[in-house]
């Protein structure tokens, strides 16, 4: 019953932001100087009308686009000064950096999230702004074992890499 209720809250809700947005027509009658009438017609299905329309809009967002996702033995400058595939402690300063570069269209949030061994081991959030080139990066303290490092952004894995450090 109470999930009857909230999606119906749903509903109202995107009813609301439809209106306003995707079915408003204005009156042609409105003569100059006072206001346009607006109206919005939904058809009968309107649950299933505005479900549609939620999604539509969901889907018209455009995502972040992954120009470059590396990982590094340091990053100076911004820039990655290298491009690696596995670590060792002999040869590195002990730390692995995640660095990405992104067509961000919008204000977004991505963060960066290290497992080690299959489990999460170091995240870092960070905000980004709309921008066709957008750095950023992650670094973590390495130890021995199976890594993967994740860029997610709203709950969606936008790009991954795998490494080992022996």
């Known amino acids: 019953m109470l999930q009857r209720v909230i999606l119906q809250a749903v509903v109202v809700s995107i009813a609301l932001f439809a209106m306003e947005v995707f079915a408003v027509e204005v009156d042609a009658k409105a003569s100059a100087g006072k206001p346009a009438a607006i109206s919005a017609e939904l058809d009968s299905d309107s649950e299933e ?6 999604k539509a809009n969901a889907t018209a967002k455009a995502p972040l686009e992954i120009l470059e996702f590396v990982l590094s033995n340091k990053v100076e400058g911004r820039e990655p000064q290298d491009n690696v595939e596995s670590f060792s402690h002999e040869n590195g300063s ?8 992104l067509n961000v269209p919008t204000h977004a949030q991505v963060t960066f999230i290290w497992f080690k061994d299959g489990k999460e081991y170091n995240r870092f959030t960070t905000n980004v ?5 957008w750095r950023t990066y992650s ?3 390495l130890r021995s074992g199976n890594w993967k490092v994740q860029l997610v952004s709203n709950g969606q894995v936008l ?4 490494f080992m450090v022996h």
């Open 49 to 54: 009308s505005l479900v549609n329309v939620a």
């Open 94 to 101: 002990g730390m692995a950096y995640a660095f990405a570069r």
């Open 129 to 133: 702004a709309a921008a066709k080139k």
């Open 139 to 141: 670094s973590t303290k």
């Open 159 to 162: 790009a991954e890499r795998a």
